[in-house]
T-cell receptor
């Protein structure tokens, strides 16, 4: 099992450009999440999905869109990148079984917007 | 929204020393999780706690779910250089609705170990 994988690992964008970050998990998890991590801010939830075809906003959703067309994939899109979106982005997934709430993280994508 | 206060923010210790860190909240949590993040990597789950008062160990790591359900502690015994990293606490507060889907994260404790 690869667990949670993220593509790409690094990316540099110019202001106004668009891009899509891909998250894939092979653990058959129902829930998937996108976070951003900034120095001193911890992990902040951008969007999440509780199943194929469903998404919901997290704490900091502005400027991002997501889609979950397949259970194993969760895409994060930036339509018009801004320097404030320079960050490290993490995807996570979670199994929906009983009262377990453990999330498993990917290795991250480091995005720089100039 | 809910907040977790994690302390200390950073600590420098000598190899072989024991380490303690904690998270506190003004709200009750039903689950506490502790993660470790190595430089350039994603967080890795260390310990999960599901019952108030629960004490759980994972090798040299021991974590406790506070009896008030508003705090949790992580101890590392006999630290070694590979313990270096950022340790995050996370809490989950609801059994239904949006609260059951999301975790609230502390801002992390950065641990440095001096050989």
């Amino acid at each position: 099992n690869a667990g949670v994988t993220q593509t790409p690992k690094f990316r540099v964008l110019k202001t106004g450009q668009s891009m899509t970050l891909l998250c894939a998990q092979d653990m058959n998890h129902e829930y998937m999440y996108w976070y951003r991590q900034d120095p001193g801010m911890g992990l902040r939830l951008i969007h999440y999905s509780v199943g194929e075809g469903t998404t919901a906003k997290g704490e900091v959703p502005d400027g991002y869109n997501v889609s979950r067309l397949k259970k194993q994939n969760f895409l994060l899109g930036l339509e018009s990148a801004a320097p404030s979106q320079t960050s490290v982005y993490f995807c996570a997934s979670r199994l929906m079984v009983g009262l377990t709430y453990e999330q498993y993280f990917g290795p991250g994508t480091r995005l720089t917007v100039t | 929204g809910q907040q977790l206060n994690q302390s200390p923010q950073s600590m420098f210790i000598q190899e072989g020393e024991d380490v303690s860190m904690n998270c506190t909240s003004s709200s009750i949590f039903n689950t506490w999780l502790w993660y470790k993040q190595d430089p350039g990597e994603g967080p890795v789950l260390l310990i999960a706690l599901y019952k108030a008062g629960e004490l759980t160990s994972n090798g040299r790591l021991t974590a406790q779910f506070g009896i008030t359900r508003k705090d949790s502690f992580l101890n590392i015994s006999a630290s070694i250089p590979s313990d270096v990293g950022i340790y995050f606490c996370a809490g989950q507060s609801g059994y239904s609705g949006a609260g059951s889907y999301q975790l609230t994260f502390g801002k992390g404790t950065k641990l440095s170990v001096i050989p």
